[in-house]
């Protein structure tokens, strides 16, 4: 189970909550905060994903995806770095886990895993392949091009809850 009891304030728009307000100042958990974010612009269900994106990472590999002795530090290499992949800094970690990772963390939101139903559905079909032996993980490439496929395609609409 994962909760997030993080800031935001929910505007209505024709009807929906769309969008989560911009404030003159930031709001958030520094080590998940999404790049638009932390730029101070709207954002919506895929700031959450972003997030997301950080806490796979973070249960991967032991540490959020960016980390510095300051905090406008890490800010700046959300904002700029790419982080590292989880099966890099974490051997055990399976290839399909950064493809969804990668998806999430996503500098620019129309690049991002569209929504957490995508996210879901991608945990379940790498959850779904055992690994055969240390270090070696089935499918090979085709299944690994068919998940990437799956998981860094965008829904159209951009929406999603990042809430299950």
Not at 25 to 45: F, L, N, R, W
Not at 57 to 67: D, L, M, Q, R
Not at 149 to 161: H, K, L, N
């Amino acid at each position: 189970v994962l909760v997030d009891f993080g800031l935001a304030t929910q505007v209505s728009r024709g009807g929906g909550l769309d969008a989560i307000a911009t404030v003159e100042h930031a709001a958030g958990t520094p080590h998940y905060m999404a790049p638009e974010q932390i730029s101070g612009k709207i954002v919506d269900a895929r700031a959450d994903l972003y997030a997301l994106g950080c806490i796979l990472h973070e249960i991967a590999c032991g540490t959020p995806p960016f980390v510095a002795s300051h905090m406008s530090c890490v800010l700046s290499r959300h904002l700029f770095d790419k982080p590292i992949t989880p099966s890099r800094c974490n051997p055990e970690a399976p290839a399909w886990l950064d493809e969804i990772v990668r998806g999430l963390l996503a500098k620019n939101p129309r690049d991002r895993i569209g929504a957490a139903d995508d996210v879901a559905t991608a945990l379940a079909h790498g959850l779904g392949q055992p690994r055969v032996a240390h270090g070696t993980r089935p499918g090979g490439r085709a299944a690994s091009a068919a998940l990437s496929r799956s998981v860094a395609t965008p829904s159209p609409e951009g929406g999603g809850s990042a809430t299950r």
